[in-house]
C-alpha cells in the first residue's frame, strides 16, 4: 500500500502563484510513476501531469505547458506542483497519484493510489 497526502491548496488570484505538494508514505519503493489530476465541479477528473519516479521524465497537458512544473524528491518521497500564472479555470480539487506498475499513464484508471485532494481556487 502508498498513502498520499496532498498540502498546499489555497485561494488566489488569476495570475498568482501556488506549490502542491504531495507526500508518499509506505511501499514508496513500488512506485514508479506519480500524477497530478484535477476535477472542477460537475467535470470529470483531468490529467494535469506526470512524472517518472526515477528519471523524473514530465510530461503535462496542454492546457497547463509553460505555468504548470512537476518535481520529485526521492529521497523525500514528495512530489511538487509548481503552478503560475494560475486562471480560474484552474480552479479544481488537485489530486496527486501513484502508478506502481509499469509504463506511464495520464488517465485516472492508469494510477493505483490517491491522495485525499487539495482545493485550489483562483479568482478573477
Known amino acids: 500500500q502508498v498513502q498520499l497526502v496532498e498540502s498546499g491548496g489555497g485561494l488566489v488570484q488569476a495570475g498568482g502563484s501556488l506549490r502542491l505538494s504531495c507526500a508518499a508514505s509506505?511501499?514508496?519503493?513500488?512506485?514508479?510513476?506519480m500524477g497530478w489530476f484535477r476535477q472542477a465541479p460537475g467535470k470529470e477528473r483531468e490529467f494535469v501531469g506526470r512524472i517518472t519516479w526515477s528519471t523524473a521524465n514530465a510530461a503535462y497537458a496542454d492546457s497547463v505547458v509553460g505555468r504548470f512544473s512537476i518535481s520529485r524528491d526521492n529521497a523525500k518521497n514528495t512530489l511538487d506542483l509548481q503552478m503560475n500564472n494560475l486562471k480560474p479555470e484552474d480552479t479544481a480539487v488537485y489530486y496527486c497519484a501513484a502508478r506502481t506498475r509499469g509504463g506511464l499513464g495520464s488517465r485516472s484508471y492508469d494510477y493505483d493510489y490517491w491522495g485525499q485532494g487539495t482545493q485550489v481556487t483562483v479568482s478573477s
Open positions: 509506505g511501499r514508496t519503493f513500488s512506485m514508479l510513476c
